[in-house]
Structure formats: C-alpha cells, structure tokens
C-alpha cells in the first residue's frame, strides 16, 4: 500500500488524505521495523533450515521443524510481550547464537524457561527461581544468578547461627524465667517453639541449597592416565558414509581411548547421530575401516527405546522383584533411595513408564544407565526434556563416570563443561578433531 501511494503521489502531490495515509504507513512500518521485512524472512529461513520446506505444508513436518516455524513466526510477529519454553530445543548451535542475535536487536519484553544456561547468561537481565513452591528472583544472567545465589546461602548461614544463639538464650528462660501465665509470657513460648521449629528445619534447606550450587559449579577435574598407556577403543581408518546424496561423512579418520569425553558438535542434519550409530554397529559404512576392542557400551538415545511403557518404575529397576538397585559396582541399594538422586519422590515408584513427561522418561533412562555395568557410554542429546537441577545430576554422574564418553549435544554450556575434545562438523562432511 505504500508503494501504491507513493505512485499515486506523483500525480496527486496534494492530496491530503493521500499524504496523510502515506504517513501514518511510514509511521507503521518504521515501529516495526519492516522496511527490509522479505530479507528478514529470508534470513530467519535461512538460519532456522527451513528454506527447503517453505512450500511444504506444516503438517507434513516433524515436530523439531514445527517447532522452528512458530518459533521464526512468533519473532517476525514482533509482539511486546513473548512467551518462550524451552525455545533452544530441537535447535543447533548456529540457530541459538542467531535467535540469541534477533532477540538482543529487538525491544519486547521476553519471558522464557530454559534449562539452556549459556541462553540464560547471554539473554537474561533477571533470572527467577521456582524453589519449593516459592519465588526468588536475582539480577542478570546466570553466572550472576550463581554469585549472588552464593551470597545468600552464606547470609542464611549467619542467620542461622543467629538464631541459634537467640534459641539457646531462650531455652534458658524457658528453663527459669515463665512465672506466670501472663499474654506476654506465652507469646514469647509461642515464638520460642517456632523459633525452634526453624532452627529444625534450616540446617536440611541450607545444605540442600549448598549441594545444588556445589554441583554447578564444580570444575571439571579428571586425574590422568597418560594418553599412550590408554586402552585403544574405536579406530577408525578413512571412514565415508553417505545417505542418497548426501555425503555425511568423508574420509574420517580418527582413535578413541579409554576415558576420553567427546562431544560431536554441527549443525542439525549434519550426520551427528550416523557416528553414533556407526559405532554402535547400527549402521554400515560406504568405504574405510573400523577396528573396536572388547568393551561394553551402554547407550542412551531421544527415543528411550531402553524403556517400555508397560512396566512400572520399579519394575524397571527391579526386574526380578524385590526393592533392591543393583548398582554398577555390584552393590545393592534400595530402589527409593537411588530414585531419590534423580529427583524421583516415593509415590511415582509404582507409576506406569507410559504416564511419565517427557523430562521424566528421560531421568528414568539415565537412571536406569547409571545401574549398569559399561566401559563406554554413548549419548545422543541427552540434556533435551531434563531440567537445570537434573543436568546438574546427570553432569555429577558423567563427571565421576571412569570409562569413554562419546556424545552429541547442542548445549554449549554442558558441551564446554563436561567434553575434552571436540567432533566438529565443519560442512560437506568433513569433521575436524
């Protein structure tokens, strides 16, 4: 319409109705920044790999791809307010760095749940935690959420002594100073009991809180078995593999030891998950060599086919009977207490697989991984559907894991703390150590 104006102006200059809409279009189109609207679609299509579906109708696409189109939709509407969970799922790296980008551009007020921590630090200008059914809320992103998440667990601490010290002085007045049933005297027994009640119960809250920050921020630390006296256990010699036309691995070359944590890392659709599978004898390669040692794999995948909806959670841990874990070490342990570390409360032992979330079926499969007894493990995504709280579990278990870890994830920050080295997709098939 404002083109068309703007043709209709060159013969009717002093139109004022003309002039007046023309503008009140400019005014529009400048608020929402549209003057350059079809390269921002092109782009936002480009970088979200929707290009080649742009005439495809959405019911025909997966749910990852869905997922990016309302997603590319909702931030070309340009509303003031939007409402995000979990925008980084089913997103490579190079999509979050771009939505990263278009989001730090625009001026709407944003509010979002992610468990992606990097997306927090990089996006948020305040961060809200939900803790036991109350809200706290601390400026800047996540490294500041952590800071001052520390400060107040030191300032509980005194106060906690505090309280001690004042409980202690009135224990002895309980103990010699209530005469008389006077209102002020019960008031102070009733505000002793309950300044009883808190001392009680302080101690459990600060130390839980303690151990959760503990586990976010410990560093990565593996003492070392120096590289050549490690066990060989995948070689792989010139290695390609291609899907129609489509070549997804070329001419790879590459060894992996006992106790190396590798993380594979490119865009989606790049061929991450057809290593995985190659390595799992899942999947045959065109041309090249492979040579594996005797080891055991264990293997968690997005499909949790480890699972099966029909059995029950302690049906799945204990398959013949009883309530005890038998755990990778070879000891015993009660089914709720090894549920417990994975956040798992007594009620849903008897739930049906079938019935949990997503995010639940996940820390089940983890759970259930944990138990047995692998030298390597294998994982594909295995932070999609978890939680902060429950990555922070499931980076406490790999971290501690003493054998190979080979895993593919789009999580920058659960990349850069648990990986030593790197897969890199770099375009074309090509892969760079």
């Known amino acids: 319409r404002y083109e068309e104006i703007s043709d209709l102006l060159s013969t009717k200059y002093d139109d004022e109705e003309l002039l007046q809409e023309y503008a009140n279009l400019g005014t529009f189109i400048d608020h929402h920044n549209a003057w350059d609207i079809d390269n921002k679609i092109e782009r936002i299509l480009q970088e979200f790999q929707l290009k080649e579906y742009e005439h495809k109708p959405i019911e025909l696409l997966s749910g990852g791809e869905q997922r990016r189109v309302s997603l590319a939709g909702l931030i070309l509407k340009k509303p003031d307010i939007l409402l995000l969970d979990e925008p980084t799922n089913h997103l490579d790296v190079y999509m979050v760095e771009f939505l990263e980008q278009i ?11 992610s468990h992606d921590r990097y997306f927090i630090d990089n996006i ?7 803790d036991n059914g109350h809200l706290r809320k601390f400026s800047g992103g996540y490294k500041s959420y952590l800071a001052q998440k520390e400060q107040l667990i030191l300032n509980m601490q005194k ?29 102070r027994k009733s505000e002793y009991f309950e300044l009883k ?6 101690p459990g809250k600060i130390k839980k809180m303690t151990v959760d920050l503990q586990m976010e921020q410990k560093s990565f630390n593996h003492g070392g078995v120096s590289q050549n006296k490690r066990k060989m256990l995948f070689e792989l010699d010139n290695v390609h593999k ?8 070329k001419d790879f070359t590459t060894r992996i030891l006992q106790k190396d944590t590798i ?9 991450k998950s057809t290593i995985l599978k190659i390595l799992l004898n899942r999947m045959q390669i065109d041309s090249g060599t492979i040579k594996k040692g005797d080891f055991k794999v264990g293997y968690f995948d997005q499909h949790r086919e480890m699972l099966s909806d029909d059995d029950t959670i302690v049906d799945t841990f204990c398959p013949n009977g009883g309530d005890q874990v038998l755990l990778n070490d070879g000891r015993y342990m009660h089914v709720f207490g090894y549920l417990k570390n994975f956040l798992f409360p007594k009620e849903y032992l008897t739930k049906k697989i079938g019935v949990l979330s997503g995010g639940e079926k996940n820390r089940v499969a983890l759970a259930l991984l944990f138990t047995k007894n692998i030298d390597v493990l294998i994982l594909d995504e295995p932070t999609n559907d978890l939680d902060i709280p429950t990555i922070n579990i499931l980076e406490d278990y790999l971290m501690n894991f003493q054998g190979a870890l080979i895993f593919v994830s789009h999580d920058r920050y ?3 703390k648990i990986a030593k080295k790197l897969l890199v997709y770099t375009g074309d098939g090509e ?3």
Not at 103 to 113: A, G, N, P, Q
Not at 159 to 187: D, I
Not at 242 to 249: D, M
């Open 431 to 433: 892969i760079m150590e």
């Open 242 to 249: 291609k899907l129609g036309n489509k070549v997804l691995i």
């Open 124 to 130: 948020a200008t305040n961060v809200v935690e939900i």
């Open 103 to 113: 989001i730090l551009k625009e001026k709407f007020t944003l509010l979002f749940i």
């Open 263 to 271: 993380a594979i890392v490119g865009p989606n659709g790049c061929g």
């Open 414 to 416: 659960f990349v850069d």
């Open 159 to 187: 106060e906690h002594h505090n309280l001690v010290r004042q409980l202690k002085a009135e224990a002895h007045w309980m103990q010699h100073g209530v005469t008389a049933r006077r209102k002020r005297n019960e008031r």
């Open 197 to 202: 009640e808190q001392v009680k119960t302080n």
